[in-house]
């Protein structure tokens, strides 16, 4: 029981480290593009290559995760994604970021989908949003880094540098916990499903479909408002950039400390329920954005965060029961793919349009996509209800 415990604190930590540069593009971009010399939207170009990285990364995860072991798998992704980050500060061009999103985007992908099948099969629902509340402390503590070496006069190559000193120091906890890892999967049997089976048949799947559309919904929504967040509030709202950096961190905050409530609520409350009830609380939160007056600014990201928090989670956990183990690490793969596709388009789609309308336009595209969203839930949930009614 101490080894299990154990355990589950590393695969804690392993998302912080996921979670860590997964904000960091964001807060540090209005400055980034001055001193790289390319027009604005152009993050949406770095942030579309990690996504691509991360969807080719997780949909052969399954058969990786099966022939090398989810602590390999860990550790090396990890590693990937830490020397990712410390090429980016040293970096002064555009084109060099570019080549090094390939590795930060691929080592994200397998452990992503990996540790969240791990959980799903063999922990409640509470550790499944406790898992994400971590990844929410390490996207916390990224805008936090930056915005202090801005504050301080540092570039934002230092604060790449910050965040990749402390991923190395997680890939040396990671290392020394490989035996733990291989006694702990040695016991589980079974952990990898079935990893056979073509997309063409799973996609066959009752509601598969319907699921894949949400996790692209999802994460276009989460993405969107993290990465763009802090230039709607310069460009849109005046800010100053460290003043946007801050309140970009409350977002991520907001799910950090949504996603350990939910962790608590999960034993009241079904994944389903869960999913509704953030979807709503994003409603407000982008009602409140829309007041006409700066002290909105602060709860209005911070319900957004909040809305955000029980979603992924909660879907994620509801995968094995919605489409059986037998294919869930497959599955899982399949939709984490699903997630970063919404991830690598949708930013670069909302970037280009804002460089042609208005930063304000970023509430009104959060809409759309979270209306999509509600919609395909409704469906899926229904879809796997009929499939489950059905006689055998």
């Given at each position: 029981m101490m080894k299990?415990?154990?355990?589950?604190?590393?695969?804690?930590?392993?998302?912080?480290?996921?979670?860590?540069?997964?904000?960091?593009?964001?807060?540090?971009?209005?400055?980034?593009?001055?001193?790289?010399?390319?027009?604005?939207?152009?993050?949406?170009?770095?942030?579309?290559?990690?996504a691509g990285g991360t969807v080719i990364s997780s949909l052969f995860s399954a058969r990786l995760i099966a022939r090398l072991g989810v602590a390999s798998v860990t550790t090396g992704s990890v590693l990937m994604t830490a020397l990712a980050l410390v090429g980016f500060s040293f970096s002064h061009h555009f084109i060099f970021l570019c080549l090094l999103a390939i590795p930060l985007g691929l080592g994200a992908g397998c452990v992503d989908a990996a540790l969240n099948n791990y959980v799903a099969l063999h922990y409640k629902a509470k550790h499944m949003n406790w898992l994400h509340c971590?990844?929410?402390?390490?996207?916390?503590?990224?805008?936090?880094?930056?915005a202090r070496q801005l504050a301080n006069g540092e570039s934002w190559n230092s604060g790449y540098f910050a965040v990749g000193s402390i991923q190395m120091a997680l890939v040396l906890v990671l290392l020394l916990s490989i035996p733990l890892w291989i006694r702990r999967s040695a016991t589980l049997p079974g952990d990898h499903g079935?990893?056979?089976?073509?997309?063409?048949t799973l996609l066959r799947i009752a509601g598969l479909k319907q699921a894949l559309v949400v996790f692209f919904c999802y994460c276009s929504v989460e993405a969107t408002f993290g990465l763009w967040g802090a230039s709607y509030l310069v460009f849109a709202r005046h800010l100053e950039p460290e003043t946007a950096a801050r309140l970009v961190s409350i977002y991520y905050?907001?799910?950090?400390?949504?996603?350990?409530?939910?962790?608590?609520i999960a034993g009241h409350l079904t994944n389903k329920q869960l999913v509704y009830l953030g979807q709503g609380i994003i409603v407000l939160g982008l009602l409140v954005l829309l007041l006409p007056f700066d002290a909105a600014l602060l709860p209005g990201f911070l319900l957004i965060g909040l809305g955000c928090a029980p979603i992924f989670?909660?879907?994620?956990?509801?995968?094995?029961?919605?489409?059986?183990e037998k294919h869930a690490q497959a599955i899982m793969g399949m939709q984490m793919?699903?997630?970063?596709?919404?991830?690598?388009?949708?930013?670069?789609?909302?970037?280009?349009?804002?460089?042609?309308?208005?930063?304000?336009?970023?509430?009104?595209?959060?809409?759309?996509?979270?209306?999509?969203?509600?919609?395909?839930?409704?469906?899926?949930?229904?879809?796997?209800?009929?499939?489950?009614?059905?006689?055998?």
């Amino acid at each position: 029981m101490m080894k299990k415990g154990l355990l589950l604190v590393v695969i804690y930590l392993a998302f912080i480290s996921l979670g860590l540069p997964d904000s960091l593009l964001g807060p540090a971009w209005p400055t980034m593009y001055i001193d790289l010399a390319v027009p604005i939207h152009f993050a949406g170009i770095i942030s579309m290559i990690v996504a691509g990285g991360t969807v080719i990364s997780s949909l052969f995860s399954a058969r990786l995760i099966a022939r090398l072991g989810v602590a390999s798998v860990t550790t090396g992704s990890v590693l990937m994604t830490a020397l990712a980050l410390v090429g980016f500060s040293f970096s002064h061009h555009f084109i060099f970021l570019c080549l090094l999103a390939i590795p930060l985007g691929l080592g994200a992908g397998c452990v992503d989908a990996a540790l969240n099948n791990y959980v799903a099969l063999h922990y409640k629902a509470k550790h499944m949003n406790w898992l994400h509340c971590f990844w929410g402390v390490g996207a916390a503590i990224g805008p936090i880094i930056m915005a202090r070496q801005l504050a301080n006069g540092e570039s934002w190559n230092s604060g790449y540098f910050a965040v990749g000193s402390i991923q190395m120091a997680l890939v040396l906890v990671l290392l020394l916990s490989i035996p733990l890892w291989i006694r702990r999967s040695a016991t589980l049997p079974g952990d990898h499903g079935d990893t056979k089976a073509g997309f063409k048949t799973l996609l066959r799947i009752a509601g598969l479909k319907q699921a894949l559309v949400v996790f692209f919904c999802y994460c276009s929504v989460e993405a969107t408002f993290g990465l763009w967040g802090a230039s709607y509030l310069v460009f849109a709202r005046h800010l100053e950039p460290e003043t946007a950096a801050r309140l970009v961190s409350i977002y991520y905050v907001g799910i950090t400390v949504g996603r350990f409530a939910s962790g608590f609520i999960a034993g009241h409350l079904t994944n389903k329920q869960l999913v509704y009830l953030g979807q709503g609380i994003i409603v407000l939160g982008l009602l409140v954005l829309l007041l006409p007056f700066d002290a909105a600014l602060l709860p209005g990201f911070l319900l957004i965060g909040l809305g955000c928090a029980p979603i992924f989670p909660s879907l994620l956990h509801e995968t094995p029961r919605n489409f059986g183990e037998k294919h869930a690490q497959a599955i899982m793969g399949m939709q984490m793919a699903s997630a970063y596709i919404g991830i690598t388009l949708m930013p670069l789609l909302f970037g280009k349009l804002a460089s042609y309308v208005d930063y304000s336009f970023l509430l009104g595209f959060i809409a759309l996509m979270l209306a999509l969203q509600i919609v395909m839930t409704y469906n899926l949930n229904r879809s796997v209800s009929t499939k489950k009614a059905m006689p055998d």
